[in-house]
């Protein structure tokens, strides 16, 4: 089992963060259900979020994590000094790009928020500008803290990329409480650039223990050319990944506005709750691949890819089944106080019901299309998410008119779908895991099926608790028996005292 060395070290490291900071991410959207509901200023800050967002979170979520961190660790084999200097150049265009953007989106507010919402209010678009006025201010911060807390993955070390959300959650808690209370809404902007500038003094610290800042030989500096030339060469492909997922997003808050102002928000409610496991599953288990297998190829690596891609299935598609036909009373069980009415509900439960329903899909897509990353396999992972995005984006533009809310959470599971089958053709895993596949499949099915008829049959909130005696039902068998299922758990199993024993 050395391949799941992860259980026990940088892996248990990003779960233990990314744990904390999903439950005060569930505490905070529960406080912003109370307080404003999907009323305007809730649709304007989910408008100004995504104004802000937008340029810098790809760039930094997937390029600069999936450009950088793999050249970063086969420069250190070849050169601390050059990798070094790497950060450097990195850290200087990151600084070019985010004086760019902080100007266009400060100066431009109230047109990026048109262009995001244009069916959205007048009210809900000007507070929406002004918010984003003082978010923009926070990109340096972000981008440069999150290049700094790539690079500690390179050393095994994954606090910061673990506790970021943390800290920015815990600001987004404060500003929203000091927005209520205040009655000023310029703090739900305020604090979150006050969190992004400690967690940047944070990194710079952090790094600084780690390794020098600077190379060392003055003769380094002679390869600088190449080096960018390296950075740029393996970045440029990857720029296609966050402008295709970006404009994904760009189309949904589009079609969320023309839908109406109140379904912005509730879209991001229903994220919440699909987001979770890809942050707690998929996200630290990319990062990991990454930075133990990055640049790397042969036997070892695409075995670990494999069984991780294995394992995420069984603990994703039960769960996407569970909720999907469960999703009104989880929202109601989440969200439904204070503000958050019955139409709140409807909205938020009709986004989430199909969106969830394609979690298995894009939980296991994310991870791996960070493993065609970690091969340097850009340009597949580039063409893929441009096929997926393209269909989702049909899907928003050409069925709201006739499915409503309900054609948001359409458009993501397919684009996790495509995304899915895609990766397991390109990477060989289509056949390697046809036998789990096809267990996977009747066990969704058999879960599908019994959980519908209990969900009929009995009302809140008991239907959840039969929604999880038939999903135990029908995995712990499949986990338990030989087979397919078993195989894949079994790193799991070996990590759990209760099932330690049936491994």
Not at 60 to 74: T, V
Not at 126 to 132: E, G, Q, V
Request: charged letters at 10%.
């Amino acid at each position: 089992m050395k391949l799941f060395g992860w259980l026990k070290h940088g892996y248990v490291s990003l779960l233990l963060g990314n744990l904390s900071s999903k439950f005060l991410g569930i505490l905070r959207e529960g406080l912003f259900a109370a307080w404003f509901g999907t009323g305007d200023v809730a649709a304007a800050y989910r408008i100004a979020q995504t104004g802000y967002l937008l340029p810098t979170h790809g760039f930094i979520g997937d390029s600069l994590s999936a450009g950088l961190l793999p050249l970063y660790r086969r420069l250190q084999s070849e050169s601390q000094d050059a990798a070094r200097l790497l950060v450097l150049i990195a850290g200087l265009y990151g600084l070019i790009f985010s004086f760019i953007v902080t100007v266009a989106i400060y100066y431009y507010s109230y047109e990026f928020a048109h262009v995001l919402a244009p069916g959205a209010n007048a009210v809900a678009k000007d507070i929406a500008s002004n918010l984003l006025k003082v978010m923009a201010l926070s990109t340096p911060f972000y981008v440069l803290s999150g290049m700094l807390s790539y690079l500690e993955a390179a050393y095994g070390k994954y606090g910061a990329i673990a506790w970021r959300p943390m800290i920015l959650n815990i600001g987004s808690v404060a500003g929203a409480a000091m927005a209520v209370y205040l009655k000023a809404d310029h703090w739900l902007a305020t604090t979150l650039v006050i969190s992004h500038i400690l967690f940047f003094l944070r990194t710079v610290f952090e790094i600084r223990g780690l390794d020098k800042l600077t190379p060392q030989s003055r003769g380094i500096w002679r390869e600088a050319g190449k080096i960018s030339a390296r950075f740029l060469g393996n970045m440029v492909p990857l720029l296609g990944l966050p402008l295709i997922g970006q404009s994904n997003l760009v189309v949904e808050r589009i079609v969320s506005s023309w839908l109406g102002t109140h379904i912005i928000p509730s879209v991001d409610y229903a994220k919440t709750i699909v987001d979770t496991g890809t942050q707690l599953l998929a996200v630290p288990l990319g990062i990991v691949t990454m930075a133990t297998h990055g640049g790397m190829a042969g036997e070892e690596a695409r075995a670990f890819s494999r069984r991780t891609a294995g394992l995420l299935m069984i603990l994703s598609f039960p769960a996407s089944v569970l909720i999907a036909l469960n999703a009104e009373p989880i929202v109601t069980l989440i969200f439904a106080r204070g503000r958050f009415d019955e139409t709140a509900i409807a909205s938020t439960s009709a986004v989430l019901a199909l969106m969830v329903a394609g979690l298995g899909f894009s939980l296991t897509s994310y991870y791996l299309i960070k493993v065609l990353n970690a091969q340097l396999r850009n340009i597949e992972s580039l063409i893929i998410t441009v096929i997926a995005a393209a269909i989702n984006m049909a899907i928003n533009l050409g069925l709201w008119p006739y499915l409503g809310p309900q054609t948001i959470g359409l458009g993501a599971a397919g684009y996790g779908f495509v995304i899915f089958v895609l990766c397991l053709v390109r990477l060989g895993f289509a056949f390697e895991l046809r036998k789990l596949i096809a267990a996977v499949s009747v066990g969704v099915i058999a879960q599908a099926l019994l959980t519908v008829i209990a969900v009929r049959l009995i009302g809140f909130p008991f239907q959840l608790i039969a929604s999880f005696f038939i999903a135990a039902m029908i995995w712990l068998p499949l986990v338990l028996i030989r087979g397919p299922v078993r195989d894949a758990a079994g790193p799991l199993m070996t990590k759990l005292p209760v099932l330690r024993r049936f491994a």
